[in-house]
């Protein structure tokens, strides 16, 4: 008999093992307090992952193979893989043990122990969804410089995606990311996402009785989230007719008062691999050639971040076991108090974090540009903000937080991933949005007390990390203007930003 584990991020229907029914082989899929808690997830996440997993147990019994399901709540459950494995052998009479491939450090080493905590063989197989291995971006760039165009490129070239008869960069560039800036001023009608209504209330008490503490609204009544292959491909399906056509241009708005615009909102069904990497892509590609009147600029940005970007964080995240402590910056400042409430002045901010506590999910540009953005130019702990991307979004594993979080956004990594810090003064949020309609602070003001602290706080940062940046040739342009200020200006703007460095709780 073999005991096989499933993990809650492993609920890939087309993985091999599926094909044949054996009845000397137990599928073993648990909820744990341990993973439900490492650290506070928001509560629609830990729902989602719970009833995805509980539909995904369900399928595999209709389809004929032994399930033995651990929930929260169970009497027998030890909340821990290695103590549930232990008496799961023990009452199935098993020999051996097998699992899929982990793709977090943390759970990597809690399977590898296990051979030798439970004295049985453990047999790890692909978890058969990714595009790379996980040393295959370290294979291809070494100790060269990672930059992600490269990699895209290559990954292009190597799985044949969007490349002409003569094996070229279809529409003869390789990247239309120029032609993806646009700011949202309604020039077309927002379609609305596919929501489910998912009635988990009964859920949730069973999570609540466990004590898992949880942040955010959990939605228990009508989670909107899908939770199984067949919505996840609805939901595909729904994005590639609806919004695709859309998201290239408008990827980077920011619009008072929506949460959703043109994204696809399926991280969560691919992160669990409810929905692969290759047929996301295919379907998206599979479009663009039958419609001739679909933008490549979208096909193509679309397709970018999931060939490209993904790929590439997971090769970051396996190449760099030290990210997790990074901190090129010495930042130390604890988060402020209205990460975990939204209550602040500032409208872009307070929007993000709201949307973010109240639905599991921002879209790139607000967690970048706006929630990241503050959380740097305020020199926040990456170790907090690494802690509060990995527990409020739904989709949010640590092998595609931590990278996006430490190296992306933070510039913790001293420049690994990003050539210079993803910092802005207010302008650049003016031009990609109207929330500065809605603030209480005046985008154009510098100093004074209605002055829009990105802007004071953005040469703040700039000054106090002079020694490090200053030589960065893509900050030459920002370091010229500000040495080209006379002093009196640039003394009131650093006095400006040290007031609200005083008391980041109060903007
Ligand atoms: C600070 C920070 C933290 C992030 N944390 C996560 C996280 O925990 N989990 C996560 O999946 N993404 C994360 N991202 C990347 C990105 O913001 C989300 O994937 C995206 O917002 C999810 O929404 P969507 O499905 O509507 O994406 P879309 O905008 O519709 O994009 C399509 C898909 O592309 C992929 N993608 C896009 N950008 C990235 C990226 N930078 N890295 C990896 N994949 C990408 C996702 O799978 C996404 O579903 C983070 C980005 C930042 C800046
Ligand atoms: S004024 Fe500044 S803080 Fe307010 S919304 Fe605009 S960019 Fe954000």
């Not at 859309?246 to 991280?267: C, I, N």
């Not at 170790?383 to 409020?392: C, K, M, N, R, S």
């Amino acid at each position: 008999m073999q005991l096989r584990l499933i993990l809650g991020d492993q609920l890939n229907a087309a993985h091999s093992w599926y094909r044949e029914r054996r009845d000397d082989v137990v599928y073993v899929l648990m909820e744990t307090r341990s993973e439900a808690g490492y650290v506070r997830h928001h509560a629609q996440k830990v729902l989602a992952l719970f009833a995805a997993m509980r539909g995904f147990a369900d399928a595999l019994q209709a389809a004929g193979h032994r399930v033995h399901y651990l929930r929260i709540g169970d009497a027998a459950n030890r909340h821990d893989f290695a103590a549930n494995l232990a008496w799961l052998a023990a009452h199935y009479g098993a020999s051996s043990l097998a699992c899929q491939q982990a793709d977090e450090r943390r759970v990597d080493a809690l399977l590898a122990a296990l051979p030798q905590q439970l004295g049985l063989p453990l047999q790890q197989v692909d978890s058969e969804h990714f595009y790379t291995t996980r040393d295959e971006a370290a294979r291809l760039f070494g100790s060269k410089g990672w930059r992600m165009e490269t990699f895209y490129r290559r990954m292009r070239q190597q799985h044949g995606v969007l490349l002409d008869a003569a094996g070229k960069p279809a529409g003869g560039q390789w990247n239309y990311d120029a032609a993806n800036r646009e700011p949202y001023r309604g020039e077309v009608a927002l379609v609305p996402w596919p929501f489910a209504a998912h009635d988990l209330r009964a859920l949730w008490q069973e999570i609540v009785e466990a004590g898992v503490q949880t942040l955010g609204e959990p939605q228990a009544d009508a989670l909107p989230w899908p939770l199984t292959r067949r919505e996840a491909r609805a939901w595909l399906a729904d994005f590639i007719q609806q919004r695709l056509r859309h998201f290239g241009r408008y990827q980077d708005a920011l619009v008072h008062g929506e949460v959703w615009l043109f994204h696809s909102g399926l991280s969560f069904a691919l992160n669990t691999k409810m929905l692969s990497p290759h047929e996301v892509v295919q379907a998206a590609e599979a479009a663009w050639r039958s419609d001739p009147t679909l933008p490549l600029a979208s096909v193509e940005g679309f397709i970018r971040q999931i060939l490209g970007w993904r790929e590439y964080v997971r090769g970051v995240y396996w190449a760099r076991p030290d990210f997790g402590s990074v901190n090129a910056l010495q930042h130390r400042r604890p988060l402020p108090r209205w990460f975990w409430d939204g209550d602040t002045g500032m409208a872009c901010v307070a929007q993000a974090v709201r949307g973010s506590l109240q639905h599991a999910y921002a879209h790139h540009i607000q967690r970048l540009m706006v929630t990241g953005n503050i959380a740097l130019l305020l020199g926040c702990d990456p170790d907090e903000v690494d802690a509060w991307y990995l527990g409020i979004y739904i989709d949010a594993f640590e092998w595609v937080e931590q990278p996006n979080t430490r190296g992306m956004s933070q510039w913790a990594d001293g420049g690994f991933m990003a050539s210079k810090p993803y910092v802005s003064g207010g302008a650049y949020l003016s031009r990609m949005g109207d929330h500065c309609a809605h603030c209480r602070y005046a985008v154009k003001q510098k100093t004074g007390p209605a002055a829009c602290p990105f802007n004071s706080l953005y040469w703040h940062f700039l000054a106090r990390h002079e020694a490090v940046l200053a030589a960065n040739p893509r900050l030459a342009m920002p370091y010229a203007s500000w040495r080209k200020m006379d002093e009196g200006a640039r003394q009131a703007l650093l006095a400006q930003a040290e007031a609200y460095l005083q008391d980041v709780d109060s903007l």
